[in-house]
């Protein structure tokens, strides 16, 4: 009596489904818990009010190198809440203005999809969050009411990168997404998690961010650990130098503030290099932010010897992290 022979498995169809269950599961995410920032922050309640309680916008030691800083702490209490608003205005604005490159991009990603993509559908779900996302950052600035630039006047060239790059290299702009939104997600939950008091226009607008942008980061992975393998072994290579200098550029692109911060408040030139880029404290956490990078890079095989030299060479090598987001007191220690 013979006995059947089950079918064997395609490992890229099995790869495939695994991969389009993952992207289900992400946008069904985006269906059942998502946000809209005019019905889910509360900005008229008095609290709100950007001059109720207006010691909150004082930096908040846990998660800026800035509000650590000597300089910063010998300040007095006026000028820290001075300091805290442009800061914290600003950042929000450079956060509306890379969420408006990765729209650009992903519109050109979405537009060249086949029928029956799963990127498809999640990838425009994903942008529909980073536009409420960009309502939520302009409203959060206009109610501060300081006309802050967000990126410097040379950074701010990269809008005219996102489509191109999307369309011609999508491994290297789904690499350029993970290098801006990992460090503001990081800082984002370092926040919320040590319970510092900061203004409740901020913890609304953080928390709706870390909420959603814990799908786009997923999702960003997701892509590179589908595609990145597809890859031949010259691109793979290429792939591999470029992933920490792209994490290195947007990522100083991102968390540095404009020269006009530094002019607006008089900030001495060697302070503006500890704090940034030169004291241990600095490197530290700039490199601590890309710890899941890291491991997502040795996953896929992005972690060769060269790019080791590469990632050590711009300051952001270090440990990877066990799972994603694993707090930096963890990942600290690992080190």
């Given at each position: 009596?013979?006995?059947?022979?089950?079918?064997?498995?395609?490992?890229?169809?099995?790869?495939?489904?695994?991969?389009?269950?993952?992207?289900?599961?992400?946008?069904?995410?985006?269906?059942?818990?998502?946000?809209?920032?005019?019905?889910?922050?509360?900005?008229?309640?008095?609290?709100?009010?950007?001059?109720?309680?207006?010691?909150?916008?004082?930096?908040?030691?846990?998660?800026?190198?800035?509000?650590?800083?000597?300089?910063?702490?010998?300040?007095?209490?006026?000028?820290?809440?001075?300091?805290?608003?442009?800061?914290?205005?600003?950042?929000?604005?450079?956060?509306?203005?890379?969420?408006?490159?990765?729209?650009?991009?992903?519109?050109?990603?979405?537009?060249?999809?086949?029928?029956?993509?799963?990127?498809?559908?999640?990838?425009?779900?994903?942008?529909?969050?980073?536009?409420?996302?960009?309502?939520?950052?302009?409203?959060?600035?206009?109610?501060?009411?300081?006309?802050?630039?967000?990126?410097?006047?040379?950074?701010?060239?990269?809008?005219?990168?996102?489509?191109?790059?999307?369309?011609?290299?999508?491994?290297?702009?789904?690499?350029?997404?993970?290098?801006?939104?990992?460090?503001?997600?990081?800082?984002?939950?370092?926040?919320?998690?040590?319970?510092?008091?900061?203004?409740?226009?901020?913890?609304?607008?953080?928390?709706?961010?870390?909420?959603?942008?814990?799908?786009?980061?997923?999702?960003?992975?997701?892509?590179?650990?589908?595609?990145?393998?597809?890859?031949?072994?010259?691109?793979?290579?290429?792939?591999?130098?470029?992933?920490?200098?792209?994490?290195?550029?947007?990522?100083?692109?991102?968390?540095?503030?404009?020269r006009s911060f530094f002019t607006e408040f008089d900030i001495p030139k060697q302070v503006r290099k500890e704090l940034f880029y030169e004291s241990p404290d600095a490197k530290q956490v700039?490199?601590?932010?890309?710890?899941?990078?890291?491991?997502?890079?040795?996953?896929?095989?992005?972690?060769?010897?060269?790019?080791?030299?590469?990632?050590?060479?711009?300051?952001?090598?270090?440990?990877?992290?066990?799972?994603?987001?694993?707090?930096?007191?963890?990942?600290?220690?690992?080190?």
């Amino acid at each position: 009596m013979s006995t059947a022979v089950p079918p064997a498995v395609d490992p890229d169809l099995e790869k495939a489904q695994r991969y389009a269950e993952t992207l289900l599961l992400l946008s069904e995410g985006s269906v059942n818990k998502h946000f809209d920032p005019f019905a889910d922050i509360d900005w008229d309640n008095p609290d709100f009010a950007v001059d109720a309680g207006p010691e909150r916008w004082i930096l908040p030691v846990s998660a800026d190198t800035l509000a650590r800083h000597p300089w910063y702490q010998a300040l007095s209490t006026e000028r820290k809440i001075a300091v805290g608003k442009y800061r914290q205005a600003n950042i929000a604005k450079v956060g509306l203005q890379f969420e408006s490159i990765l729209i650009s991009g992903m519109i050109i990603h979405n537009f060249g999809l086949p029928n029956g993509s799963p990127e498809f559908r999640y990838c425009s779900h994903e942008m529909i969050e980073e536009h409420n996302h960009t309502l939520m950052f302009q409203e959060m600035v206009n109610r501060i009411g300081l006309d802050v630039p967000g990126m410097g006047p040379l950074v701010s060239k990269l809008k005219y990168l996102g489509a191109p790059v999307a369309a011609w290299f999508p491994n290297l702009f789904f690499m350029a997404v993970l290098a801006g939104e990992e460090p503001i997600d990081r800082i984002q939950k370092q926040i919320l998690r040590s319970g510092d008091e900061v203004h409740p226009i901020m913890r609304g607008v953080m928390a709706i961010h870390v909420a959603e942008e814990a799908r786009h980061i997923s999702f960003a992975h997701e892509f590179l650990k589908n595609h990145v393998p597809q890859s031949n072994p010259t691109q793979k290579f290429i792939l591999s130098l470029a992933m920490p200098i792209v994490m290195w550029l947007l990522g100083r692109a991102i968390v540095t503030p404009p020269r006009s911060f530094f002019t607006e408040f008089d900030i001495p030139k060697q302070v503006r290099k500890e704090l940034f880029y030169e004291s241990p404290d600095a490197k530290q956490v700039f490199s601590d932010y890309y710890g899941d990078v890291r491991s997502l890079a040795k996953e896929i095989g992005l972690m060769n010897p060269i790019a080791k030299v590469v990632w050590k060479k711009l300051g952001i090598a270090g440990p990877i992290t066990r799972y994603r987001s694993e707090p930096l007191r963890v990942l600290s220690k690992a080190g």
